[in-house]
């Protein structure tokens, strides 16, 4: 056992055995690892050629996104300016119902009005002069009665009191003959 050169041979052969073993087994590892690599080569030119396009279209949906945004922001107001229009004239056509209701039972209160003052005729008892100073005082009680009667037609609120305008009251207008 002391001889170093059979010790150096063993030694020698070991490691040619071991590297032959290792060389055995990672054969089919290399392979693998080229093919990955062939593999990614392919995808990594497939992804430089397919990249570029693919973003432009990204970017031009977004542009587009943004254009379709801002249409329907442009719409939005649009139809709240429509909106507002029609709220104004359902407004303005209101006033104008309610200027009509006035005029049209202001007129009808003329109407009537003169109506009675054309179908009673004036009694013979009532005079067309008006009453002197002296004679205010001797006032009959049915003459006082008509003039209390006459004072709420003379008042401006009358037209704002729309149950006396339908009310059908003829006593107030006849004149007892």
């Not at 041979?9 to 071991?18: E, H, K, N, P």
């Not at 939005?76 to 200027?99: C, E, I, L, P, R």
């Not at 004072?151 to 009310?167: L, T, V």
């Amino acid at each position: 056992m002391s001889e170093p050169l059979f010790w150096l041979g063993l030694s020698i052969l070991l490691v040619a055995t071991s590297l032959t073993a290792v060389l055995v087994a990672a054969i089919p590892a290399l392979q693998e690892v080229a093919r990955a690599a062939r593999s990614a080569e392919k995808f990594f030119d497939t992804l430089s050629r397919e990249l570029p396009p693919t973003l432009d279209a990204i970017r031009m949906t977004s542009l587009e996104i943004t254009d379709l945004t801002d249409d329907v922001s442009e719409g939005v107001k649009s139809a709240s300016g429509v909106v507002k229009q029609v709220d104004q004239s359902f407004n303005n056509a209101k006033q104008q119902a309610q200027n009509l209701q006035v005029g049209t039972r202001s007129l009808f209160v003329g109407v009537k009005a003169a109506w009675k003052t054309l179908t009673h005729p004036k009694s013979s008892k009532r005079s067309g002069d008006r009453l002197s100073v002296n004679q205010k005082g001797v006032l009959s009680s049915r003459s006082k009665k008509a003039i209390r009667q006459y004072k709420p037609y003379r008042n401006q609120d009358i037209y704002n009191d729309a149950n006396s305008w339908d009310s059908n009251n003829t006593e107030d207008w006849q004149d007892e003959e």
